[in-house]
């Protein structure tokens, strides 16, 4: 069995000329080239580590058994999700369920705002009541509901 002591020098030696060699800017550039192409094919281990780097361990279970739990299908509208969006609180960093594109843009879009989206309903629902086509004439319902208080 190799001694601990010596197997930690050796790998702290290994670092510092990994480091060193990377103060070189040639070396540098090929190492990236390096790191570009291996993202390149291996995106699926890129996302994990970035969910995982992001999130943590748990995060990866959370999403295999949210997709389960979902059916993969869009938390909000239901459709099928070929690439499911990672849905999570932009405040907390808290991990919510799997969403189709649009809709995950269109919570974005909303910052997520509870009060905004409830805006937007009630500007649609009014709209929606009119007997004109969508936006076009005068409403016989009156005006339009103020966004603003």
């Known amino acids: 069995m190799r001694d601990p002591q010596k197997v930690l020098a050796a790998l702290a030696r290994t670092e510092a000329k990994r480091k060193e060699k990377l103060k070189n800017p040639k070396a540098r550039k090929h190492k990236a080239?390096?790191?570009?192409?291996w993202r390149a094919r291996n995106p699926a281990k890129v996302e994990a580590a970035r969910v995982l780097n992001r999130f943590g361990p748990s995060a990866q279970e959370h999403y295999k058994i949210q997709g389960q739990k979902q059916e993969n299908r869009c938390a909000i509208c239901n459709r099928p999700m070929a690439k499911p969006n990672r849905d999570h609180?932009?405040?907390?960093?808290?991990?919510?369920?799997?969403?189709?594109?649009?809709?995950?843009?269109?919570l974005g879009l909303f910052g997520d705002s509870i009060e905004l989206l409830s805006k937007a309903i009630a500007y649609l629902q009014f709209w929606n009541a009119t007997p004109a086509p969508c936006g076009v004439g005068a409403s016989s319902s009156g005006p339009a509901p103020s966004l603003h208080p």
């Open 33 to 37: 080239a390096l790191d570009r192409k």
């Open 89 to 106: 609180c932009h405040n907390s960093q808290n991990l919510r369920g799997l969403l189709c594109r649009e809709c995950n843009i269109g």
